[in-house]
């Protein structure tokens, strides 16, 4: 069974910075899909960023530029480096694993962007 747990997320102000990090339980495969989601009160879940094999990445528009998906395959950890962060990024952020085309999902992390 595979198990991710999300950490990092944490209460920042404007234009702070956080890294939130995914933490994969056994290996990760080199054809695994990695991605970051989050959730904002009242919204539907949104797609913010996938790295895929090879290490092609992809994210959506409004974190462009500031954020940064990264993988560690050695230490089975994902990583979301995200950078100025504004106000309407505060949400809950979670790690989703694609596995053979089955998904799993960690618990999610708080990210709060507030002054």
């Known amino acids: 069974q595979v198990q991710l747990v999300e950490s990092g997320g944490g209460l920042v102000q404007p234009g702070g910075s956080l890294r939130l990090s995914c933490a994969v339980s056994?290996?990760?495969?080199?054809?695994?899909?990695m991605g970051w989601y989050r959730q904002a009160p009242g919204k539907s879940r949104e797609l913010v960023a996938t790295?895929?094999?090879?290490?092609?990445?992809t994210y959506t528009d409004s974190v462009k530029d500031r954020f940064t998906i990264s993988r560690d395959n050695a230490k089975n950890t994902v990583y979301l480096q995200m950078n100025s962060l504004k106000p309407e990024d505060t949400a809950a952020y979670y790690c989703?694993?694609?596995?053979?085309?089955?998904?799993?999902w960690g618990q999610g992390t708080q990210v709060t962007v507030s002054s």
């Open positions: 790295i895929f094999t090879g290490g092609t990445t």
């Open positions: 056994g290996t990760i495969f080199s054809s695994d899909i």
């Open positions: 989703k694993l694609r596995r053979y085309g089955r998904d799993y």
